[in-house]
């Protein structure tokens, strides 16, 4: 088992910045794919970003391109998301999640799952 545990969320004014940590413990031992996801009120679960066991690959929905980066540091057992020009479509629950498959494309490959940290802009 895998515990997540999501901090960095906010309220911030359009245009601003933040920085997501997802804290993970218990069998860590093992390397897994991570992503972000998140879910905006009366919508679906959506993928933000994911990110190799190693960290060497990164991919991004289309909408958040060129403004976030995922990045992770396994000796700390940490994923980030530092998320700069943020824009009012961006708030949502954020939620971060682990996969012990090599490649994790879709949210029902992820094993593991945080309560999730609320991000709010402001326009």
């Known amino acids: 088992q895998v515990q997540l545990v999501e901090s960095g969320g906010g309220l911030v004014q359009a245009g601003g910045s933040l920085r997501l940590s997802c804290l993970a413990s218990?069998?860590?031992?093992?390397?897994?794919?991570m992503g972000w996801f998140r879910q905006a009120p009366g919508k679906e679960r959506e993928v933000v970003a994911r990110?190799?066991?190693?960290?060497?690959?990164?991919t991004y929905a289309d909408s958040v391109k060129g403004r976030f980066t995922i990045s992770r540091d396994n000796a700390k057992n940490t994923v980030y998301l530092q998320m700069n020009i943020l824009k009012p479509e961006d708030t949502a629950v954020y939620y971060c999640?682990?996969?012990?498959?090599?490649?994790?494309?879709?949210?029902?490959?992820?094993?593991?799952w945080g309560q999730g940290t609320q991000v709010t802009v402001s326009s």
């Open positions: 999640a682990a996969s012990s498959r090599v490649v994790a494309i879709t949210k029902r490959e992820y094993d593991y």
């Open positions: 990110i190799s066991r190693s960290g060497g690959t990164t």
């Open positions: 218990g069998r860590t031992d093992s390397s897994y794919a």
